[in-house]
Nanobody, 115 residues
């Protein structure tokens, strides 16, 4: 059973920064594109950023230039550096990857941006 464990969420002030981490329990993580999703109260889950096996990244338009996704396959980990945070970034953030027909999600980590 593959497990994903997110960490690094918390409370940040507008304009502040947080770094989310996602650690996987299996090496197959290194063979898949990995994504960060988020879900705010009353809203649908949305794809925030993704990174391919060879490091190509894509971002939601509203986070481009503020968020950076990176990965360390040796550590079976993916990171999301979030800078210039805005109140609208408040959500539960989830790590995700798809391997074959299996879909893997973390439990989520809460990010709250408020003064």
């Amino acid at each position: 059973q593959v497990q994903l464990m997110e960490s690094g969420g918390g409370l940040a002030q507008p304009g502040g920064s947080l770094r989310l981490s996602c650690a996987a329990s299996a090496t197959i993580f290194g063979f898949s594109t990995v994504d960060w999703f988020r879900q705010a109260p009353g809203k649908e889950r949305e794809l925030v950023a993704s990174i391919s096996v060879d490091g190509v990244s894509n971002y939601l338009n509203s986070v481009k230039g503020r968020f950076t996704i990176s990965r360390d396959n040796g550590k079976k980990s993916v990171y999301l550096q979030m800078n210039s945070l805005k109140p609208e970034d408040t959500a539960v953030y989830y790590c995700h990857f798809l391997f074959g027909s299996s879909d893997y999600w973390g439990q989520g980590t809460q990010v709250t941006v408020s003064s």
